[in-house]
């Protein structure tokens, strides 16, 4: 007992204070790519070495499109080691409520030896960090139920969500708590591209939740299929089988980017 408090004293308060203010994340946080747009001059490279197909490009005459799409990025780090107009970022604050929000593409003009020099424009999607912060405060004072489904995923993501309620994250302090039954529960957080053995139990716990309910498809895989897409065995993503209101793309997504997740989908429960 006494070493317990003890230990309590020595260490402190160990809670982040993510939302309210900026997380200290570790030197060895890595986030989605980013890339330099006006810099790029050649995206095949990073399109061939793409394990998933998030970066595509297509030519039509003189001009080039480049496409990435966040919901299939696995954070593996390929295309930014190919092409120097690539880096991979810390940012996490990328959840979007819309699949196409994490669609970027650029239009390029295209030269004669195949690379592009001429950016014609940039259309990013809507998945950029921080336009949420000021709601954050206004959302925080609900309680909400979260039942956890897991249809399929390799337990990444899982990690990060069981991170969520250790001491640093702490999820609780904000009345999020995860329950065991979706009759019980406001919000299914889902993980997986969805096996085909789990899509009737998905059905069943989607159709079991009480209205109003929302659904957060958690990482690539619950976004896309990531790796695996889809195939004899995967469906290829959790919108593939219920309807999902906010996607929270990484692989896995840390648990600031989940939690941000949570609080836009809670934004949606409230409208
Ligand atoms: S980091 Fe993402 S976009 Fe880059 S190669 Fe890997 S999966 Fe593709």
């Not at 001059?41 to 990073?46: G, K, L, W």
């Not at 297509?58 to 496409?67: E, F, N």
Request: proline residues 6%; charged residues 25%.
């Amino acid at each position: 007992m006494f070493k317990i408090l003890e230990k309590t004293f020595r260490t402190g308060i160990v809670t982040t204070a993510y939302p309210e203010s900026a997380p200290k994340l570790p030197l060895i946080a890595r986030g989605l790519p980013e890339f330099h747009w006006a810099d790029w001059r050649d995206a095949r490279p990073a399109a061939e070495v793409c394990p998933t197909g998030a970066i595509t490009v297509s030519d039509a005459g003189r001009s080039r499109t480049v496409t990435v799409d966040y919901g299939r990025c696995i954070a593996c780090g390929e295309c930014a080691a190919a092409d120097a107009a690539v880096s991979i970022s810390r940012k996490f604050e990328l959840a979007a409520p819309a699949r196409n929000d994490l669609v970027t593409f650029a239009e390029y003009t295209l030269d004669e030896d195949g690379t592009h020099t001429g950016l014609v424009r940039t259309e990013t999607g809507q998945a950029v960090g921080g336009r949420l912060r000021r709601e954050i405060d206004r959302v925080l004072g609900r309680s909400l139920a979260i039942r956890e489904v897991d249809a399929g995923s390799c337990n990444g993501c899982e990690l990060e969500i069981i991170a969520l309620n250790n001491p640093v994250y702490d999820i609780e302090r904000f009345g999020i708590h995860f329950v065991a039954s979706p009759r019980h529960a406001d919000m299914l957080l889902v993980t997986g591209p969805v096996t085909r053995n789990m899509e009737l139990a998905l059905r069943k716990t989607y159709d079991a939740a009480p209205d109003p309910k929302v659904v957060v498809a958690v990482g690539a895989c619950g976004i896309s299929g990531g790796i695996f897409g889809t195939n004899y065995a995967t469906r290829g993503g959790v919108d593939q089988v219920i309807p999902v209101d906010v996607y929270v793309p990484g692989c896995p997504p840390r648990p600031e980017a989940i939690l941000y997740g949570i609080l836009l989908a809670v934004r949606r429960l409230r409208s």
